[in-house]
């Protein structure tokens, strides 16, 4: 069964600092993985996806990774702002069964 | 482009009262899926559907909740009786085909008193 833990559960930074959250995959056999950002009683918003013959994806400030065969996967966020204040999730789109499987977010403030 | 449409957006209902959900997925769209997501956690999927067909609803409570999705398009999701327990925000989202990115919809939080 796979099972997608994220580290950590909740981090709070100044603005401007630049910040990676992780998320860890048990099971490499999967479609893809997909990084969300869901503001507070809002649905969840794609921010990247990263399919899994790739290593990374791009898109303005953020950037994300996938090492499929150690089942990793980090987003990193450029020169933070208060507006980047949410949870991000991450998912994996497993093989098989092709199931969307995701993580329990990690809660981000970046405090001005 | 339109995204996934949800509705209701707030439902508060007595327990033991049924309740249907609404999604209206991004158009040509053939995967659907209703996720449950409890205060402070991760989505979980309840079923998926590919076109008209359930081909994952290992995770759906059939003995109180059914969904529907007819000619492919639109789904609704039910819970009959609703329990306390059962007060959560319910996602829908949409896929172009299996194995491609999830779109989700506002969610509808439903609240069982």
């Known amino acids: 069964k796979q099972e997608v833990t994220q580290i950590p559960a909740a981090l709070s930074v100044p603005e401007g600092e630049n910040l990676v959250l992780n998320c860890s995959f048990t099971?490499?056999?999967?479609?893809?993985l997909q990084w969300f950002r869901q503001d507070p009683g809002k649905g969840l918003t794609s921010l990247l996806l990263?399919?899994?013959?790739?290593r990374e994806q791009t898109s303005g400030r953020l950037n994300a990774s996938l090492d499929k065969s150690s089942g990793r996967s980090t987003l990193y966020i450029a020169a933070s702002q208060p507006g980047d204040s949410a949870t991000y999730l991450c998912?994996?789109?497993?093989?098989?069964?092709?199931?969307?499987?995701f993580g329990q977010g990690t809660r981000l403030t970046i405090n001005p | 482009e339109a995204g996934v449409v949800q509705s209701p957006r707030y439902k508060i209902i007595e327990k033991k009262q049924p309740v249907a959900f609404w999604c209206n997925p991004i158009s040509g769209h053939n995967t659907l899926y209703w996720y449950l997501q409890n205060l402070g956690q991760g989505p979980e999927l309840l079923i998926r559907?590919?076109?008209?067909?359930?081909?994952?609803d290992s995770q759906l409570p059939k003995d109180r909740f059914s969904a529907e999705r007819l000619k492919g398009v639109d789904s609704t999701l039910k819970i009959q009786p609703a329990e306390l327990g059962d007060s959560a925000v319910y996602l829908c989202?949409?896929?172009?085909?299996?194995?491609?990115?999830?779109?989700f919809g506002q969610g509808t939080r439903l609240t069982v008193v």
């Open positions: 998912a994996v789109l497993t093989e098989g069964a092709q199931k969307l499987v």
């Open positions: 099971d490499s056999a999967i479609y893809n």
């Open positions: 989202a949409s896929s172009p085909r299996s194995g491609q990115g999830a779109f």
């Open positions: 990263i399919q899994s013959s790739q």
């Open positions: 559907y590919e076109n008209e067909e359930a081909v994952d």
